[in-house]
């Protein structure tokens, strides 16, 4: 059975700091890793979409790799800006065309 | 951009009371699916449909049901809504997967419906 875990669960970093949120799986059978973001109260905003094929994707600040066979995803955000204070999620998508989810790292960058 | 529309914000009712939570996504995505959200426990997954009419368990399904009649529209229903079913709800959609574009689809959500039974 597949099991997301993210760490850390909470992170605060001062403003401008280059910061990594870790996502590790445990079956490496996936299909494809979605990093999103969910602002309190909110749904949820995909950022990048790794297919497993591939090693990373970029949009932005935001920079995302990907490694399979050790079953770990890491999503890299450079220049923090308190805007990007949110709960990040990482979900792998598979076979079962089920998305199952990670727990979260909650964000916040401090003015 | 694919748009997933979730009718309601917001949504106060009884218990006992019948509630529809409705799903609208406008870029003939094949599948859809609801989850739950509760603190602690994270997203979970309660129904799927993968086409008009097709609808699989997910999680946790008990207390719920769902209705996709039409491609476009996805909707869950609680026949009865007791407190335990206090939640936020999203919906999400996505192109159906197919061989050799296994990869190339990502999940898009709805902004959600916080659900309150009191």
């Known amino acids: 059975k597949q099991e997301v875990t993210q760490i850390p669960a909470a992170l605060s970093v001062p403003e401008g700091e280059n910061l990594v949120l870790n996502c590790s799986f445990t079956?490496?059978?996936?299909?494809?890793l979605q990093w999103f973001r969910q602002d309190p109260g909110k749904g949820l905003t995909s950022l990048l979409l790794?297919?497993?094929?591939?090693r990373e994707q970029t949009s932005g600040r935001l920079n995302a790799s990907l490694d399979k066979s050790s079953g770990r995803s890491t999503l890299y955000i450079a220049a923090s800006q308190p805007g990007d204070s949110a709960t990040y999620l990482c979900?792998?998508?598979?076979?079962?065309?089920?998305?199952?989810f990670g727990t979260g790292t909650l964000l916040a960058v401090q003015p | 951009d694919v748009k997933v529309t979730q009718s309601s914000r917001y949504l106060v009712k009884r218990t006992g009371e019948k509630v529809f939570l409705e799903c609208v996504q406008d870029?003939?995505?094949?599948?859809m699916f609801w989850y739950r959200q509760d603190p602690g426990l994270g997203l979970r997954l309660i129904y799927f449909?993968?086409?008009?009419?097709?609808?699989e368990k997910g999680d946790i399904p008990e207390g719920y049901s769902v209705s996709r009649e039409k491609k476009e529209r996805f909707s869950l229903i609680l026949e009865s809504a007791s407190t335990n079913q206090t939640s936020m709800y999203l919906c999400?959609?996505?192109?159906?997967?197919?061989?050799?574009?296994?990869?190339?689809?990502?999940?898009?959500f709805g902004s959600g419906t916080r659900l309150t039974v009191v």
């Open positions: 999400a959609s996505r192109r159906h997967l197919k061989k050799g574009n296994d990869g190339n689809y990502g999940y898009t």
């Open positions: 079956d490496s059978a996936i299909y494809n």
């Open positions: 790794i297919q497993s094929s591939q």
């Open positions: 979900a792998v998508g598979g076979a079962t065309n089920k998305l199952i």
């Open positions: 870029m003939d995505h094949e599948n």
């Open positions: 449909s993968y086409d008009v009419k097709m609808k």
